[in-house]
């Protein structure tokens, strides 16, 4: 009994100490931040009242004028984080340095969980080299080739807004249907499935893409060790997505890949690519090719990335567009000019003559970034000149997306919205990394150029078609932001009213 009763004491004793060292770590080494909470550390406010991206944001706006070294101390959690005050710095995590913070540190378990190890979880040489096998499948070329599949849901999106409105204003929740659409845009170029999301609100794609992104398998004690342990956490074989999520992708994957192997089916899409490879792996090529977990994970995050972030940036942008109805106007004339130079017809390459849309997307992620913080890890000491700022390996890095686009030292009046600050002659004023809905790096978003292809050839059509105001009592101003998603996305919806214009 005195030797269990011994062990009892020294265990709490070595844990009261490692919580001690751990919580008091930034005020030994003399880096401002703000005092933690004991197992909360900075979150207290965490799903509560604020969004992660916005508590990162506060904490980079309180510090960032205040503190001479290029960040600030933060816990998440257990877990010691620096968030970035410094914009030269960020340039340096991101790129130049880039050796040293090239992991993001957080949970994938390729053997219990596979849809998890995906290109934005994975780490080391294994990033690396899955990277370099993918980044030939999202060349401009491969996007030409998808761009048919696009138009043709584009098209569908109108038919079923025209529907829903028939000839009178009406007011629609347009996240859930343009959800939709980007659920049927990657079916069909992900998976070769006409999903029919569009015309079934119920679809599984939808509901099993809901799913992925804000259901959890576990309670937040062991959503906590996800985070704060995730290598361990894959060590005990802790699964973080639900069992239905994985079953239906899997499935489809498999089901996709055995029928078109077998009747030698080829539609130029992403899957296709990914069957190459995996064909080639099969075949005892190993180097250029990847196994089916690899190739499914892949699907699964290509599905997933792409599904939320542009459906919400779609979202964003109709709502910022009836907030400002003379920037709608300017961008529908732009469309209109554009369609009508090329009888109608809306292309690869015609797309890319409406470059004020652009600004209005690029506008849009500046003011509202889906992905509003980016996260890495040190994956190798970081010393520099001060010593006193040295970064330790094993120390998450946070960067405040949200921050830097609404600092008004790079963007003044942030809470305008100004499309022309993405005027070629502004662009060049502003530092590098001061624009990060992409990232930026080795590691930004592989699939940036097929995201921006489906959001401007749905945004074209949509002003093509119809006009968007905000309504006196449904539309939410200014836009609250969902506590539970890992993403920016608007609480409740956005409700427009919208009205079929004559073409």
Same mark, same amino acid.
């Given at each position: 009994?005195?030797?269990?009763?011994?062990?009892?004491?020294?265990?709490?004793?070595?844990?009261?100490?490692?919580?001690?060292?751990?919580?008091?770590?930034?005020?030994?080494?003399?880096?401002?931040?703000?005092?933690?909470?004991?197992?909360?550390?900075?979150?207290?406010?965490? %799903?509560?009242?604020?969004?992660?991206?916005?508590?990162?944001?506060?904490?980079?706006? $309180?510090?960032?004028?205040?503190?001479?070294?290029?960040?600030?101390?933060?816990?998440?959690?257990?877990?010691? +984080?620096?968030?970035?005050?410094?914009?030269?710095?960020? $340039?340096?995590? #991101?790129?130049?340095?880039?050796?040293? /913070?090239?992991?993001?540190?957080?949970?994938?378990?390729?053997?219990?969980?596979?849809?998890?190890?995906?290109?934005?979880?994975?780490?080391?040489?294994?990033?690396?080299?899955?990277?370099?096998?993918?980044?030939?499948?999202?060349?401009?070329?491969?996007?030409?080739?998808? +761009?048919? #599949?696009? @138009?043709?849901?584009?098209?569908?999106?109108?038919?079923?807004?025209?529907?829903?409105?028939?000839?009178?204003?009406?007011?629609?929740?347009?996240?859930?249907?343009?959800?939709?659409?980007?659920?049927?845009?990657?079916?069909?170029?992900? *998976?070769?499935?006409?999903?029919?999301?569009?015309?079934?609100?119920?679809?599984?794609?939808?509901?099993?893409?809901?799913?992925?992104?804000?259901?959890?398998?576990?309670?937040? #004690?062991?959503? %906590?060790?996800?985070?704060?342990?995730?290598?361990?956490?894959?060590?005990?074989?802790?699964?973080?997505?639900? @069992?239905?999520?994985?079953?239906? !992708?899997?499935?489809?994957?498999?089901?996709?890949?055995?029928?078109?192997?077998?009747?030698?089916?080829?539609?130029?899409? +992403? %899957?296709?690519?990914?069957?190459?490879?995996?064909?080639? !792996?099969?075949?005892?090529?190993?180097?250029?090719?990847?196994? +089916?977990?690899?190739?499914?994970? @892949?699907?699964?995050?290509? /599905?997933?990335?792409?599904?939320?972030?542009?459906?919400?940036?779609?979202?964003?942008?109709?709502?910022?567009?009836?907030?400002?109805?003379?920037?709608?106007?300017?961008?529908?004339?732009?469309?209109?000019?554009?369609?009508? $130079?090329?009888?109608?017809?809306?292309?690869?390459?015609?797309?890319?003559? %409406?470059?004020?849309?652009?600004?209005?997307?690029?506008?849009?992620?500046?003011?509202?970034?889906?992905?509003?913080?980016?996260?890495?890890?040190?994956?190798?000491?970081?010393?520099?000149?001060?010593?006193?700022?040295?970064?330790?390996?094993?120390?998450?890095?946070?960067?405040?997306?949200?921050?830097?686009?609404?600092?008004?030292?790079?963007?003044?009046?942030?809470?305008?919205?100004?499309?022309?600050?993405?005027?070629?002659?502004?662009?060049?004023?502003?530092?590098?990394?001061?624009?990060?809905? *992409?990232?930026?790096?080795?590691?930004?978003?592989?699939?940036?150029? *097929?995201?921006?292809?489906?959001?401007?050839?749905?945004?074209?059509?949509?002003?093509?078609?119809?006009? *968007?105001?905000?309504?006196?009592?449904?539309?939410?101003?200014?836009?609250?932001?969902?506590?539970?998603?890992? #993403?920016?996305?608007?609480?409740?919806?956005?409700?427009?009213?919208?009205?079929?214009?004559?073409?």
């Amino acid at each position: 009994m005195l030797v269990l009763i011994g062990l009892i004491v020294g265990v709490l004793t070595l844990a009261t100490w490692w919580v001690h060292q751990n919580f008091t770590y930034w005020k030994r080494r003399g880096i401002p931040h703000d005092p933690p909470q004991l197992i909360l550390g900075n979150t207290k406010e965490l %799903m509560k009242t604020l969004h992660l991206a916005e508590l990162i944001k506060q904490t980079y706006v $309180k510090y960032k004028n205040k503190t001479n070294g290029p960040f600030v101390g933060f816990y998440v959690y257990i877990k010691k +984080f620096v968030i970035i005050t410094d914009i030269d710095f960020v $340039k340096t995590v #991101l790129i130049r340095e880039f050796d040293k /913070f090239h992991d993001r540190g957080v949970f994938h378990n390729e053997k219990d969980d596979p849809l998890t190890a995906n290109l934005t979880t994975i780490e080391g040489q294994k990033w690396r080299t899955l990277r370099q096998k993918l980044t030939p499948t999202f060349t401009s070329g491969k996007m030409k080739n998808m +761009f048919p #599949l696009v @138009q043709d849901v584009g098209d569908e999106l109108v038919r079923v807004f025209s529907e829903k409105i028939e000839s009178t204003p009406t007011t629609l929740e347009i996240t859930d249907l343009l959800a939709r659409f980007t659920a049927d845009v990657i079916g069909v170029c992900a *998976f070769g499935l006409d999903c029919n999301s569009l015309r079934d609100p119920k679809a599984e794609f939808v509901r099993m893409g809901n799913s992925a992104i804000t259901e959890r398998r576990h309670g937040k #004690l062991v959503h %906590m060790l996800l985070f704060g342990a995730p290598k361990l956490s894959a060590k005990l074989g802790i699964k973080s997505l639900l @069992q239905p999520v994985e079953d239906f !992708y899997m499935n489809i994957i498999r089901d996709t890949i055995d029928y078109r192997v077998k009747n030698n089916v080829k539609r130029n899409d +992403f %899957m296709d690519m990914l069957i190459e490879m995996k064909l080639k !792996y099969d075949n005892g090529n190993k180097e250029e090719g990847i196994t +089916f977990n690899e190739l499914a994970a @892949q699907a699964f995050i290509f /599905f997933l990335a792409g599904f939320e972030t542009s459906s919400t940036t779609m979202g964003f942008a109709l709502y910022e567009l009836a907030c400002n109805p003379e920037i709608q106007d300017k961008a529908r004339k732009e469309v209109d000019c554009v369609l009508a $130079k090329h009888n109608g017809k809306l292309d690869y390459d015609s797309m890319k003559e %409406m470059t004020f849309l652009e600004k209005v997307i690029d506008e849009t992620l500046r003011k509202h970034p889906v992905v509003a913080h980016l996260v890495r890890t040190t994956t190798k000491t970081y010393v520099p000149s001060n010593p006193k700022y040295t970064i330790e390996e094993g120390t998450g890095v946070l960067i405040s997306t949200l921050g830097i686009h609404h600092d008004p030292e790079f963007y003044p009046e942030p809470e305008k919205f100004i499309p022309e600050r993405f005027d070629e002659e502004q662009i060049q004023q502003r530092p590098a990394c001061t624009y990060l809905p *992409f990232g930026d790096g080795p590691r930004n978003c592989i699939g940036l150029r *097929f995201g921006r292809m489906q959001v401007i050839v749905g945004m074209a059509l949509l002003l093509h078609n119809f006009r *968007f105001e905000l309504h006196p009592t449904k539309t939410t101003i200014p836009l609250k932001f969902k506590l539970n998603s890992i #993403l920016l996305s608007a609480e409740g919806g956005i409700h427009l009213n919208v009205t079929k214009l004559v073409t």
